[in-house]
């Protein structure tokens, strides 16, 4: 036993709670736990609320143990995390606009999602009417005679997701970015509330829709969890290969836009060739480009095609050589190098103390993947987080080519070892209970939590994006680079604004 | 990297071969498309895109639009920066209440004919997402939509057909 579940031995435990323990703590518990994270003990996976409670989920990777914390707000308050611990920050002001629970001390009180636009307030709380109007937003000071700013967004140059970037800049350095999000928040935690299990992965599947295979799995995952069921073998391995899919057609996606970024868009044009080869293979396969509502909890909504052994084996034998090719021609020309290499630089403290996940973190060398643990089927526990570690544009560019590489091979092993069988085994919640998860999407872990009723309706689900510890990690890797690298620097963490927004 | 430009030069474009059915289709919409705007409008079509609130799947598939498969530009169809550039917006997503200042400020800033395609089951009707309290609505709720695309999201092909059928409405 580590020191985390040592810490939380005598709190009482929450049984229902599957597969990791949930404990209730009061304030100095809270705090002490807050506090020990904040010391680096354990990664914050998730801090968040249901309406009832605040539940601060953590993971200590040394004695690789995690935990869920569940605090009772008293008079709507709990005892600020991010007081402790600088990445709950943007979690708990979330919480705040949504539930109406504030964080005693908290070093920002600033609203987040809440734009004062919802004509009400705390809308998973107890929603009060408010008459919608516009609402000033204190941008954090940058102060100084030479320093100018420059506001961009919520509508962008691109066809990309609305926010709000605020630069101040000494010349073409930037000194400061903040960012100001919430622009798509669509409140799809209150949508969840009270519907059925097969209209919610609806909606978790459509919370980014660039991650909807690992999004739709970490909410059936979760599920599974809560009932105590696993998906049939076959199931497993196939939502392997969509995953691993997925994760091949944003990779393309993003190492093209990036080297577009860097004025070279002869790798974009190759790499969109490949993406769209990945999409087709994918609705060849399972009939939906993005592969959008193919899983559900038990198992898969429907079965490979046919002659999806044969699809997917010729993708690869397709799309590796071509692929290679764009390797050696990324590593050789010395202008893309020149833009890229020692370009938004995050340091590995950083990525650590904000638990940072996906190619941004790896690339910083916080080494950590969900599917090599805690891990999840069909992944084995030899899978080893790949890439070089210096932190900049370049590194996350190679974190995420080593990683097509091996989802290739990953797919390749799936379909040769696929095994047969049934696709999904029937759902029946019986109790009240309850599950978390923690999967891989391409762009990092999503965290995901789900309540169900007795009457087998979704009581309250969560669904933590990996976007909300890269985010604000953005805005540090940024400084000192110039303006005109912000869409490099931007694209090479590539955030999800819509998962993020919830 | 000599290479890869010469096997540019050297090697059929995509949208040729394979000359898989799919494909053929697609160069025909894109024809038909490209002949009707240039008719009925007098040009090419000049699109600003506008996420209102949408998942991200729906900009997935309308940057597809620009990949070599189906390479819209050769059809006249041309993404570009500002709304003062533009003809037509391709509006995504439920249009949030965040969203919904910034939607209409584009349309204000975009000049004649300011046509506007609502993209995806969330732009007609707020797909999954409808009846949540921080959405205001479908795009046509907010602002004048000429022609709905539907589609979860919509594949490129589904966006080619639209386009074609909303310059045979508005230039009837
Ligand atoms: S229509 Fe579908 S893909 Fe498009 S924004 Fe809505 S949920 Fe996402």
């Known amino acids: ?502 | 990297m000599r290479n890869l430009l010469l096997q540019g030069l050297l090697k059929r474009p995509l949208t040729e071969a394979p000359p898989s059915h799919v494909d053929a289709e697609i160069d025909a919409l894109g024809a038909r498309l490209a002949d009707l705007a240039r008719r009925k409008l007098g040009r090419s079509i000049s699109i600003r895109e506008v996420d209102a609130g949408s998942c991200n799947g729906c900009e997935l598939e309308i940057h597809a639009l620009n990949n070599a498969f189906y390479d819209v530009e050769r059809f006249g169809l041309r993404f570009v920066a500002s709304p003062r550039h533009a003809d037509l917006l391709m509006v995504t997503g439920p249009v949030t209440h965040n969203m919904r200042e910034a939607l209409e400020r584009t349309y204000a800033a975009t000049p004649a004919p300011k046509l506007v395609v609502a993209i995806g089951d969330c732009g007609s009707n707020c797909g999954v997402f409808a009846g949540s309290y921080a959405c205001a609505g479908p795009v046509s709720s907010v602002i004048p939509v000429d022609l709905e695309i539907p589609g979860c999201p919509p594949t490129p092909r589904d966006m080619l057909e639209g386009l074609c059928r909303l310059v045979e409405i508005v230039s009837r």
Request: net charge negative; glycine share 8%; with cysteine.
């Open chain 1, 1 to 502: 036993m580590g020191w985390l579940l040592d810490t939380l031995r005598n709190a009482r435990r929450i049984e229902r709670a599957k597969p990791w323990p949930r404990f209730e703590v009061d304030a100095d518990m809270w705090s002490r736990l807050a506090a020990a994270t904040g010391a680096g003990d354990a990664d914050m996976l998730s801090l968040w609320s249901d309406g009832e409670a605040v539940h601060l989920a953590m993971m200590n990777r040394t004695a690789r143990e995690i935990a869920i914390a569940s605090f009772t707000p008293v008079d709507r308050r709990f005892p600020s995390v991010a007081a402790h611990h600088a990445p709950a920050q943007r979690l708990e002001r979330m919480i705040h606009d949504i539930y109406g629970f504030a964080a005693d001390n908290s070093p920002d009180e600033r609203p987040w999602l809440d734009h004062g636009r919802w004509g009400l307030r705390w809308p998973g709380g107890t929603p009060e009417a408010v008459p919608s109007a516009w609402q000033s937003y204190k941008f954090l000071e940058a102060g100084g005679a030479p320093l100018h700013q420059i506001p961009v967004g919520p509508v962008h140059a691109g066809i990309i997701e609305p926010g709000h970037f605020r630069f101040s800049a000494n010349g073409e350095t930037v000194v400061r970015l903040e960012e100001r999000l919430g622009y798509v928040h669509k409140g799809v935690e209150q949508l969840m509330r009270r519907k059925s299990i097969d209209a919610c992965v609806a909606i978790a599947g459509r919370i980014s829709g660039d991650s909807t295979v690992a999004y739709a799995l970490a909410f059936a995952l979760a599920v599974e969890a809560a009932i105590g069921v696993e998906a049939p073998k076959r199931a497993q391995a196939l939502r392997g290969i969509m995953g691993e899919l997925e994760r091949l057609a944003n990779h393309f996606g993003d190492v093209g836009a990036i080297c577009n970024d860097a004025s070279f868009s002869l790798i974009q044009a190759h790499c969109h060739i490949l993406r769209e080869r990945v999409l087709r293979a994918s609705q060849a396969c399972f009939g939906h480009r993005l592969m959008m509502d193919r899983i559900r909890p038990g198992g898969v909504a429907a079965d490979m095609a046919a002659d999806g052994e044969a699809i997917l084996t010729a993708l690869v034998g397709e799309i590796r050589p071509a692929f290679d090719h764009i390797r050696t021609v990324y590593d050789s020309v010395n202008s893309l190098q020149d833009r890229r290499v020692r370009t938004g630089l995050l340091s590995r403290n950083l990525a650590e103390q904000f638990a940072c996940g996906g190619y941004v973190g790896r690339a910083s060398g916080r080494a950590f993947d969900a599917r090599q643990w805690p891990g999840y089927a069909p992944y084995d526990r030899s899978l080893k987080p790949v890439g070089r570690t210096a932190g900049d544009v370049d590194a996350r560019v190679w974190v995420r080519m080593d990683e097509i590489l091996a989802s290739m091979a990953m797919i390749e092993r799936l379909v040769a070892d696929l095994p047969s069988g049934e696709i999904r085994h029937e759902i029946a919640v019986a109790v009240d209970c309850e599950g978390s998860a923690l999967v891989e999407s391409f762009r990092g872990d999503v965290f995901a939590r789900v309540r169900l009723a007795a009457d087998g309706n979704v009581t309250h689900a969560h669904l933590r994006d990996p976007s909300w510890f890269q985010w604000p990690l953005l805005e540090a890797a940024i400084e000192g680079n110039i303006v005109a690298d912000f869409p490099l620097c931007n694209k090479s963490f590539n955030c999800s604004y819509s998962g993020h927004d919830l």
